[in-house]
């Protein structure tokens, strides 16, 4: 069976390939043929995606889908995100979440107990899409109620550089005052930034 692998990270900072040996492996293991690779850095609440749009062009009816999780193919908004839904099912797509055990069903041929797994997969899927949107929404709010706070407090402030610059800097900064004793590793991870990022910003807060 043909697999599409699709690779998402949302700054410069990361590298889309990150997960790429990974997923080669799980499509080797369940014995996948892989068609094409794509990978962009850009943000998962964008729909519009270069890749992601070429991969859904040519993509052809009974091939896979495969991302590394949920969060990688979408932090969409919940209409964005039906879109994008309706998509895949339109083109007659599987898709296969390798972090989500009950999606790897969707590789093996269906009797009743494959049915079954469907309903179940669709509900997680479902769930962690509107974890991931839930997630990027609080961010949002915890950015922005940090830079008002900022402002509140020193009303010549002004943010220098890009906004998404400063916005990701309040995320970061943010993070490292509420969790002192978390790695830099972990930080990076849920600001989805490099590991560079946070140790620059670190050395900029010292």
């Not at 990022?197 to 807060?205: A, D, N, P, S, W």
């Amino acid at each position: 069976m043909n697999a599409h692998l699709y690779l998402r990270a949302s700054t410069k900072d990361q590298d889309a390939n990150r997960a790429r040996i990974a997923l080669e492996a799980f499509a080797g293991d369940k014995g996948l043929n892989i068609v094409d690779v794509y990978a962009e850095n850009i943000s998962g609440t964008k729909l519009n995606r270069p890749e992601l749009m070429r991969l859904l062009d040519t993509a052809q009816p009974g091939e896979i889908l495969l991302c590394e999780s949920v969060d990688r193919l979408s932090r969409l908004s919940q209409t964005d995100w039906e879109t994008l839904k309706a998509t895949i099912k339109a083109k007659g797509l599987k898709l296969v979440i390798a972090d989500l055990p009950t999606s790897h069903m969707m590789v093996k041929d269906k009797g009743i107990t494959g049915q079954i797994m469907d309903v179940i997969n669709d509900m997680l899927i479902e769930l962690m899409q509107t974890m991931a949107r839930l997630d990027q929404d609080k961010r949002v709010e915890r950015i922005n109620q940090g830079l008002a706070n900022k402002r509140a407090a020193e009303p010549e402030w002004k943010p220098s550089g890009k906004g998404k610059n400063v916005a990701l800097h309040e995320q970061v900064k943010s993070l490292m005052q509420e969790h002192p004793t978390m790695s830099a590793d972990k930080i990076a991870k849920l600001a989805e930034c490099g590991v560079a990022t946070v140790y620059r910003i670190k050395r900029e807060l010292a």
